[in-house]
């Protein structure tokens, strides 16, 4: 929300390494799309991005891939 909060977002190019700016402003995006493993803290951001006016999906994605294969992943409470 800080992101949308702020109408842009830095992202690192994976070829050379640089940032460049992107632009999350209304009239610049298409859509919103989201992939999550833990739903819970997503739950409250949808309403208010909604209330933007930003269209948006939620990939939630549930597997059992064990913890060697995605150390990042949080334990589900």
């Known amino acids: 929300m800080n992101q949308l ?3 842009s977002r830095d992202v690192l190019k994976p070829h050379n390494g ?3 700016s992107v632009s999350l402003q209304r009239q ?3 859509g919103l799309e989201f992939w999550t493993k ?3 803290p997503f ?3 949808p309403q208010e991005i909604h209330r933007r006016g930003l269209p948006f999906v939620v990939q ?3 597997n059992g891939y064990p ?3 995605e150390r ?3 334990v589900s409470e």
Do not use: F, N, Q, W
């Open 67 to 69: 913890a060697a294969l």
């Open 72 to 74: 990042s992943i949080p």
């Open 18 to 20: 640089e940032t460049h």
């Open 43 to 45: 739950l409250e951001p």
């Open 60 to 62: 939630y994605t549930i």
């Open 28 to 30: 610049d995006v298409d």
């Open 5 to 7: 909060d702020a109408g």
């Open 38 to 40: 833990k739903i819970g």
